[in-house]
């Protein structure tokens, strides 16, 4: 059967535009901005519920190893067992409510600290949740054992920064990021960049970039609420 979808994914980081977000195959949300009965009114657009891995917002707890005072979260040990848990129950919770797979993020945090213990919360994030659809955000560390775990992956700032209001990666990153974008094509799963362009010239820039190296362009617009964006080429 032929798709019907406009455009394959886009973030949205706040609540409503039901009908904007069904023109998208899949969508990532906040798990606290939609209730069920809106999830299921999102299809067949498949709602992929956001989830960090090795970053904690919540108050202190004993997991928490230091803080991110960038994003004023704390970084976690990925071994510690309640923390284990307290992943594993919210991706199920979130499966229960209506969303069809997840979105992982802060994993280069979560391989920083402990390398082998994210791939492990990783595996048990897949037995727990079956075949439900997993999109990962970087975590190159953790390759090649990622590519088995996951269905799909995105590549965060992969030619732009949100720093200084928007603009490119200086050419060093730009040169790191493309050979990391070559490694990423030996696997065989869904690739997508995900970089912030608040302005046409920037956007274009970045979607070029981006289909030159085999990845699907996504473009935001705003650093905390990433927009409903155009990811035509």
């Not at 070559?182 to 289909?211: G, H, I, N």
């Amino acid at each position: 059967m032929a798709s019907t979808f406009f455009k394959p994914l886009a973030f949205y980081y706040g609540q409503g535009r039901l009908a904007e977000l069904r023109a998208f195959r899949r969508v990532v949300l906040q798990p606290w901005a939609y209730t069920p009965e809106e999830l299921a009114a999102l299809a067949p657009t498949e709602p992929l519920a956001y989830l960090s891995l090795g970053e904690d917002p919540g108050p202190e707890a004993p997991w928490q190893r230091g803080l991110n005072p960038l994003w004023n979260t704390r970084l976690v040990d990925p071994t510690h067992p309640a923390w284990v848990a307290k992943v594993v129950e919210s991706a199920l919770l979130y499966l229960a409510r209506g969303f069809r797979g997840l979105f992982l993020d802060t994993l280069d945090q979560g391989a920083a600290t402990n390398r082998e213990g994210t791939l492990r919360l990783l595996l048990e994030i897949r037995r727990a949740v079956g075949p439900c659809f997993l999109l990962a955000n970087r975590g190159f560390a953790l390759l090649p054992h990622l590519a088995e775990l996951v269905d799909g992956i995105v590549f965060e700032a992969f030619s732009t920064t949100w720093e200084g209001g928007g603009k490119p990666l200086p050419r060093p990153a730009l040169r790191a990021n493309a050979r990391w974008a070559l490694v990423l094509t030996q696997y065989p799963w869904e690739r997508y960049s995900l970089d912030y362009a608040p302005d046409p010239r920037l956007a274009r820039f970045a979607r070029k970039r981006a289909l030159a190296y085999g990845l699907t362009p996504v473009l935001a617009q705003e650093r905390y609420l990433l927009s409903l964006t155009d990811t035509r080429g």
